[in-house]
T-cell receptor, first 113, second 114 residues
Framework: KAGVTQTPRYLIKTRGQQVTLSCSPISGHRSVSWYQQTPGQGLQFLFEYFSETQRNKGNFPGRFSGRQFSNSRSEMNVSTLELGDSALYLC????????????FGSGTRLTVV | AQSVTQLDSHVSVSEGTPVLLRCNYSSSYSPSLFWYVQHPNKGLQLLLKYTSAATLVKGINGFEAEFKKSETSFHLTKPSAHMSDAAEYFCVVSLGDSNYQLIWGAGTKLIIKP
């Protein structure tokens, strides 16, 4: 079966712009989580969606937002991009909210110049 | 508060020798624990998970981990390293019953010498 699909794979944006990243979970998975990975900070939790509702949010500014659609696909939006937003953004899906292990996508590499 | 400490940022072993990646956790609850692997320029892959069943957990690619409550440890081992094991490994703990957020260790880079 298809894995978690993240698009685009690579993105270059200019400071001040906004960006939308997309994540299609494994078919039937209803929980989608987003993570930011940088060399300095490691993996940091952004937010989790389940049944179109944000259930948890990490410690990120309001410029970072997301949503989940009825088909469980999720989007993440970052407005007013800063250089420090350059990172690998990873999406993970899980069948339920129980911690039986998430399946990760390959990520979107965002570079802000 | 829940936390995860991976005791080594880098581990270097020769091909064919055993691998030990160390992880200690702190959790107020009975934790769920995971090991993930990330190969260069790839996403994260679940190696194995502990969710209060058997304390010795077997994962993919010959890896296993033992949950030791008394030592609050969840070390990852493999009897014989292969060149393809070179990657970064992350130990992860879940926050608990009502919060499904995962807390990630800083990662251990495994280097395999030929």
């Amino acid at each position: 079966k298809a894995g978690v699909t993240q698009t685009p794979r690579y993105l270059i944006k200019t400071r001040g712009q906004q960006v939308t990243l997309s994540c299609s979970p494994i078919s039937g998975h209803r929980s989608v989580s987003w993570y930011q990975q940088t060399p300095g900070q490691g993996l940091q939790f952004l937010f989790e969606y389940f049944s179109e509702t944000q259930r948890n949010k990490g410690n990120f500014p309001g410029r970072f937002s997301g949503r989940q659609f009825s088909n469980s696909r999720s989007e993440m939006n970052v407005s007013t991009l800063e250089l420090g937003d350059s990172a690998l953004y990873l999406c993970a899906s899980s069948l339920t909210r129980l911690n039986y292990g998430y399946t990760f996508g390959s990520g979107t590499r965002l570079t802000v110049v | 508060a829940q936390s995860v400490t991976q005791l080594d940022s880098h581990v270097s072993v020769s091909e064919g020798t055993p691998v030990l990646l160390r992880c200690n956790y702190s959790s107020s609850y009975s934790p769920s624990l995971f090991w993930y692997v990330q190969h260069p320029n790839k996403g994260l892959q679940l190696l194995l998970k502990y969710t209060s069943a058997a304390t010795l957990v077997k994962g993919i690619n010959g890896f296993e981990a033992e949950f030791k409550k008394s030592e609050t440890s969840f070390h990852l081992t493999k009897p014989s390293a292969h060149m393809s094991d070179a990657a970064e490994y992350f130990c992860v703990v879940s926050l608990g019953d009502s919060n499904y957020q995962l807390i990630w260790g800083a990662g251990t880079k495994l280097i395999i010498k030929p």
